[in-house]
């Protein structure tokens, strides 16, 4: 992995060319798009890597901002300015990263975004170089900074990935197809595991899919200190009201015909949902989990 790109794009700045058609069109299985301006040069130029089916314009992302009045290069937890994305970075990012209109007096604009890593670029000769606190910072370390924040930035999407053959929607996308399968066949291995037991009669398992004359609940489990019902359903391509909704429909059934007053209900989601952490105030038997999706490689052997 190569920073040529940045390097590029600090040289540019120097000039009077909004030109951006030498730059690449993706990069690490995101769409790159670059903008010193549309008809005069922009106070702030950038650089974004954005996923399939998010415009930049109402999305977010990762993003290079380069203030120019300052000489501060800023890699961030972008935001859309222009239209403020109705899903975003994860709640613990909006919480414990410092705002650009915190980091930088007065910001000329994108002051809502978050500060991931900063620079301050040089033209020296025909080389250019980045420094932090006046300490020469490496092209590995800015690769590994960038690397960083598109893995983070990966790991929270929650779209519907056109493109089946890329790392993106063969990560993420396509486990979560997969989720209920692996719950079920590490169950013991799960914190769910801990607290609840899956339901077997005569040795089969009814827990996963448990039909009900409204549908069927993707799993039905029994809390192991009381024996009461837990309603367990995962939010896969479907908004959070109708997760919710879901949710509280399958406990009211559970406890009318199993006269279960106890019966709680567990969403499990992939990424931090605002609408989803507000319901949740609200319905204090109901519990949300985030899942994380991990990938290890071990050397075959016989």
């Not at 790159?32 to 109402?58: C, I, T």
């Not at 024996?227 to 059934?253: A, H, P």
Request: glycine share 6%; proline share 3%; charged share 25%.
């Amino acid at each position: 992995m190569k920073i040529d790109f940045l390097k590029q794009f600090i040289r540019q700045t120097k000039t009077g060319s909004l030109k951006t058609k030498e730059y690449p069109r993706e990069f690490l299985d995101l769409n790159m798009k670059v903008s010193f301006g549309q008809g005069a040069l922009a106070h702030v130029p950038w650089v974004a890597l954005n996923a399939p089916d998010m415009p930049v314009s109402s999305g977010y992302y990762p993003v290079y901002l380069f203030y120019k009045e300052q000489n501060i290069l800023i890699l961030t937890y972008g935001i859309s300015e222009t239209n403020v994305p109705e899903k975003s970075w994860t709640r613990n990012i909006h919480e414990s990263k410092t705002k650009i209109s915190n980091f930088i007096q007065n910001p000329f604009r994108y002051g809502d975004s978050f500060v991931h890593s900063h620079y301050q670029p040089k033209v020296e000769g025909d080389e250019v170089v980045f420094y932090r606190e006046n300490q020469k910072i490496s092209d590995e370390i800015i690769c590994s900074e960038l690397l960083d924040l598109v893995n983070f930035y990966k790991s929270c999407l929650d779209l519907d990935v056109k493109d089946e053959t890329s790392s993106i929607s063969s990560g993420l996308f396509y486990l979560e197809s997969q989720l209920e399968d692996f719950l079920i066949e590490n169950w013991n291995e799960t914190d769910f595991g801990k607290k609840y037991e899956l339901i077997f009669e005569s040795g089969e398992l009814k827990s996963q899919q448990y039909r009900t004359d409204i549908g069927r609940i993707d799993i039905l489990a029994k809390k192991k200190a009381d024996n009461s019902y837990v309603v367990i359903e995962l939010k896969r391509n479907q908004t959070s009201d109708d997760t919710v909704g879901q949710v509280t429909r399958y406990m009211g059934w559970v406890q009318e015909k199993f006269g279960d007053n106890n019966v709680c209900g567990v969403i499990v989601a992939g990424k931090y949902d605002e609408k989803l952490y507000y319901a949740q105030k609200m319905l204090k038997n109901i519990e949300v989990f985030l899942y994380e999706v991990n990938f290890k490689l071990n050397a075959y052997k016989k």
